[in-house]
């Protein structure tokens, strides 16, 4: 059993998962990384532009499920959710790949980073952000 | 603060972890999931050829570790965690993507995955296994 400790939470316009687009190109709209000052220092070579990955917890996940009505579409056969991008599974850490458009100060002392296209809810704990080594392989 | 619970261990002849390439890419060996019985059901739709992304618990690293040396190579100037993909970081979570090379019985009924690539050392827990949706944009 490990420990995660999130660095910071999502400030994004979306507030109801089930209206969320399912994938950042489904029309996922901008959303605001809003990093704990206690991490900062490690933000600092972050700049404009760059392909990022970021990790989510979604907290709101059933962890319980192991097959799922993938798309959460009940006319599409249930899958292992190991062959699914479903929120609901064992250890429900999401993956995003969004570019980042702005780097800002944020209320006490926090950074606030934001991405183009986040299909995350607000309020959605963030676990980490790494950067996007190789275009076409990596993730 | 959150919790996760290993689904399973990498099996793999990387025993060093300073000997471990930085990158599947970089000549790591083939490498078995071996998934604990409990979460088996989730696996049923995986197939030999699907490409994956294996999520690990670098079970090893520094987690108060803001800035670090790119690749361990003290020449380098150290950047911030954020941007490197050193395994010291505040969570860290190893992302991996690799191809499904065969699927087989394990152990206490657990399940056995081969893998094309892996650069994480033998035991290291495994988190989850999720589909490579976009080849290209995919992560």
Redesign the interface.
């Known amino acids: 059993?490990?420990?995660?400790?999130?660095?910071g939470n999502v400030v994004s316009p979306l507030r109801d998962p089930k209206a969320a687009p399912k994938?950042a190109?489904e029309g996922a709209p901008a959303a605001w990384l809003v990093i704990d000052a206690s991490?900062a220092?490690?933000?600092?070579?972050?700049r404009v532009g760059?392909e990022?990955?970021v990790?989510t917890?979604l907290?709101r996940a059933e962890r319980n499920t192991?097959?799922v009505h993938p798309r959460d579409d009940v006319t599409l056969p249930r899958?292992?959710?190991?062959?699914?991008?479903s929120a609901d599974?064992?250890?429900p850490?999401g993956?995003h790949?969004v570019r980042i458009e702005e780097i800002a100060a944020g209320a006490e002392s926090s950074t606030r980073v934001r991405v183009d296209a986040l299909e995350a809810v607000d309020g959605t704990?963030i676990?980490?952000?790494?950067?996007?080594?190789?275009?076409?392989?990596?993730?």
Chains 1, 2 share one sequence.
Do not use: A, C, E
């Not at 059993?1 to 660095?7: A, C, Q, S």
């Not at 899958?79 to 991008?85: D, E, I, L, M, W």
């Not at 952000?129 to 076409?136: C, E, G, W, Y």
């Open positions: 059993m490990f420990t995660l400790h999130p660095i994938q190109y991490v220092p490690g933000l600092r070579d972050l760059d990022v990955l990790l917890w907290d192991l097959d899958r292992g959710v190991f062959s699914t991008r599974r064992p250890n850490i993956i790949r704990p676990l980490d952000i790494k950067p996007v080594l190789d275009p076409r392989r990596d993730g």
